[in-house]
């Protein structure tokens, strides 16, 4: 009977930064582009959100694929992180020019 590989401390505290950064990240991004694209989609208020509620459930699946996909967890933080500043910044961009 063949037992499997050990696994090491270091493996499982990736994989257990991967889970968190797929969750919180990928939470995190999707709700930022959700309110970024609720403010600059060309529609109705009311479409405009429920567009933006429908493309968060496929941008927090692409988010989690990704940090998985990443042969680093630091890559994939800083990707992350990166794509998380973006969005605040276009989000900031688009409240300042809809209010006066």
Do not use: D, N
């Not at 499982?12 to 919180?24: D, N, T, W, Y």
């Not at 699946?61 to 992350?80: E, N």
């Not at 992180?81 to 409240?95: D, E, Q």
């Amino acid at each position: 009977m063949a037992f499997p590989a050990k696994i090491t401390l270091a493996e499982r505290a990736s994989v257990a930064g991967r889970v968190v950064l797929a969750a919180g990240g990928g939470y995190g991004v999707a709700a930022l582009a959700t309110a970024l694209l609720s403010l600059t989609l060309p529609l109705t208020r009311a479409e405009a959100v429920a567009a933006a509620t429908l493309l968060s459930f496929a941008v927090m699946a692409g988010i989690v694929v990704f940090v998985f996909a990443q042969r680093s967890l630091l890559r994939a933080t800083v990707t992350v992180t990166g794509l998380a500043g973006l969005l605040c910044l276009g989000l900031w961009l688009a409240m300042r020019g809809l209010t006066p």
